[in-house]
Nanobody
Framework: QVQLVESGGGAVQPGGSLRLSCVASGIIFRVVAMGWYRQAPGKQRELVARIFSNSYTNYADSVKGRFTISRDNAKNTVYLQMNNLKPEDTAVYYC?????????WGQGTQVTVSS
């Protein structure tokens, strides 16, 4: 059974930082790509960052230079370091992977950026 469990969300002021974590189970973690998505109220879910099994990464233009995705295969964990947060980063952040032809999502973690 595949499970993705996110943690690390919270409320911060503009310019602040947060680190999200997503622990995966039920998959061969080292061979899969992992992604972070977000969904703000009234908006569609969007890709924030993705990291492939070879550690190649890509980012949404809106977060380039501020967010960093990384993975620790020994801990089956993917991270999203978010710096210089802006109010427009406010959203529920979801961890995602594709495995054996299926898409899997975590439960989401809320990030709120407000003064």
């Amino acid at each position: 059974q595949v499970q993705l469990v996110e943690s690390g969300g919270g409320a911060v002021q503009p310019g602040g930082s947060l680190r999200l974590s997503c622990v995966a189970s039920g998959i061969i973690f080292r061979v899969v790509a992992m992604g972070w998505y977000r969904q703000a109220p009234g908006k569609q879910r969007e890709l924030v960052a993705r990291i492939f099994s070879n550690s190649y990464t890509n980012y949404a233009d809106s977060v380039k230079g501020r967010f960093t995705i990384s993975r620790d295969n020994a801990k089956n964990t993917v991270y999203l370091q978010m710096n210089n947060l802006k109010p427009e980063d406010t959203a529920v952040y979801y961890c995602n992977t594709g495995y054996q032809g299926r898409d899997f999502w975590g439960q989401g973690t809320q990030v709120t950026v407000s003064s």
